[in-house]
Nanobody
């Protein structure tokens, strides 16, 4: 029953910060599931796990993106956020938020609930 919806700018300039919002309904980011995650898919490539914010506010980031990634939340709005700094054209992708009952939270294939995805293009 949980629903997720991504929103944010579709175009970001190189070196700037990519900022996205995931709005959750039908469940609470503090109680319904453990991990509330961001996953992306570059053109022609597979899903890439980025990180999550846990129900208690703890965070985990993919080692390859940790230095540039920040995930935060606003529990009063039932939203969580993604910020990716110093973007390059390699960051062009469809970005998804996702959640569900999973064993390996780093594995995109284990997530049950996904937003529709939002295209973000990094270009000058």
């Amino acid at each position: 029953q949980v629903q997720l919806q991504e929103s944010g700018p579709g175009l970001v300039k190189p070196s700037q910060t990519l900022s996205l919002t995931c709005t959750v309904s039908g469940g609470s980011i503090t109680t319904t599931y453990y991990a509330w995650s961001w996953i992306r898919q570059p053109p022609g490539k597979g899903l890439e796990y980025m990180g999550f914010i846990a129900f208690d506010g703890g965070t985990y980031y993919s080692p390859s993106l940790k230095s540039r990634t920040s995930i935060s939340r606003d529990t009063s709005k039932n939203q969580f956020y993604l910020q990716l700094t110093s973007v390059t054209p390699e960051d062009t992708a469809v970005y998804y938020c996702a959640t569900g009952v999973v064993y390996d939270r780093r594995n995109p294939n284990e997530y049950d609930y996904w937003g529709q995805g939002t295209q973000v293009t990094v270009s000058s």
